[in-house]
């Protein structure tokens, strides 16, 4: 099996067409409408794939795709129940490939206790960290040892909280550090992103540290980046 090197966006199509089809599309516009922030990540893992210039050969016609959102009956239910009208259904791929979802495996996420944590960007992902320039249209990224990175980091995570519904307050006190992480360059809509993966050191209010873990973690956080593992809980 052939899919494209940039392959994120295919399976935001995927999720796009789930939540067209699912109730007449009438939740479509709860999720990509305008900028509205959207409380879900995912990442996609390959079995044995052999990554080319321009596409990727998998050794095996199977894949997984890592799916979280918030615990909230109106977006995890809602998506819970868009893909399962996907199933079996055949959706099209570039090289002249297809997809089917065949199976729906529901794991119940681990709850955040303290308000220390490591979690690790999980198989597939990885943390991006953009600063979008208006005059300019165009955007810059950082990773792990870029010298402005942890400021550009605590702007993103302070934003996402305050667009989840965080106040100023509780932002204002994120603090975040990467632990062996290392630079990962990924094509994302035809451009090549660098984002970094390994662990990451967070302090923050608890309700706050389990949004990021449900929700995903910075930058495009709902277009197949910013998903995470829980390492640990309180043991630093």
Do not use: W
């Not at 062996?180 to 050191?201: A, D, E, F, P, T």
Request: include cysteine.
């Amino acid at each position: 099996m052939i899919i494209p090197l940039d392959y994120r966006k295919v399976f935001i199509a995927f999720i796009k067409k789930a939540l067209t089809e699912a109730k007449g599309g009438e939740y479509f516009e709860k999720f990509y409408r305008d900028t509205l922030a959207k409380s879900f990540s995912f990442s996609v893992v390959f079995k044995q794939p052999d990554f080319k210039k321009d596409k990727i050969i998998l050794g095996a016609n199977q894949l997984k795709v890592l799916f979280t959102a918030i615990d909230d009956a109106q977006v995890s239910l809602i998506m819970y129940m868009a893909f399962i009208e996907q199933k079996n259904k055949a959706f099209p791929l570039p090289f002249e490939n297809e997809m089917v979802l065949r199976t729906i495996y529901e794991k119940k996420a681990e709850k955040i206790e303290t308000n220390k944590v490591i979690f690790k960007t999980a198989p597939g992902s990885g943390l991006c960290v953009r600063e979008h320039n208006r005059e300019t249209n165009g955007d810059n990224y950082y990773v792990f040892n870029d010298e402005a990175f942890t400021e550009k980091l605590f702007t993103v995570l302070r934003s996402q909280a305050e667009r989840a519904g965080f106040n100023k307050q509780v932002a204002e006190k994120i603090r975040c550090k990467p632990l062996n992480c290392k630079k990962v360059v990924v094509k994302h809509y035809g451009c090549l992103l660098n984002i970094s993966i390994g662990m990451l050191q967070m302090e923050a209010d608890v309700k706050l540290l389990q949004y990021f873990y449900d929700a995903g973690i910075g930058s495009r956080h709902s277009a197949g980046f910013g998903l995470v593992d829980l390492v640990a809980q309180d043991l630093f």
